[in-house]
Structure formats: C-alpha cells, structure tokens
C-alpha cells in the first residue's frame, strides 16, 4: 500500500506520509504530490485511477499561486495565530 510510504515534505519540512498526501487539499490530494512521489511509484497512473476527473481537474489543472501571493498568505496566518497566543 503506497499510503504508508513516507518521505520529506518540501512544503512542511517535515516526514509525511502518502496518505497525508492525498488528503492535504481537504478532499483532495496535494498539487505537489506527482513531483514529490513519482521517484518512488508510479503515482500518476495511481491518481488517476483513484480521481474523478472533476477532482484531477480540480487539483492539477490549477494554476499555481505566485510566490509573493503565498508569502503574504504565510504572513497573515502567523499574525492571527500570534494574535491568539496572547
């Protein structure tokens, strides 16, 4: 079973597993998860036969935010969990 694969998250810097993967998108896998996983199986063909193909779409067929949109999306979370320590 490839969900309990583990390697290095590049976005969380952290171990995870596969099945982490497929579900970080809330109902949907990851966006990164083809460029993280296809060195270890074939993940693709594996998504593809586990997708509908409104949630490919959905999750691959997106395009990706810029890196200054992120940053600031980053930013902003820090602020509120900071605000709610305090």
Sequence with gaps: M????????????????????????????????????HSYFPVE?????????DDWKRCFNQKPKEKILTLVELIEAAKKQKQTVK
Excluded: H, M
């Design 2 to 37: 490839p969900e309990q694969l583990e390697i290095r998250c590049p976005k969380l810097g952290n171990q995870v597993t596969f099945a982490y993967c497929l579900r970080e998108g809330g109902d949907i896998p990851c966006p990164r998860t083809i460029k993280c996983w």
């Design 45 to 53: 063909a594996y998504l593809r036969e586990k997708l509908a193909s």
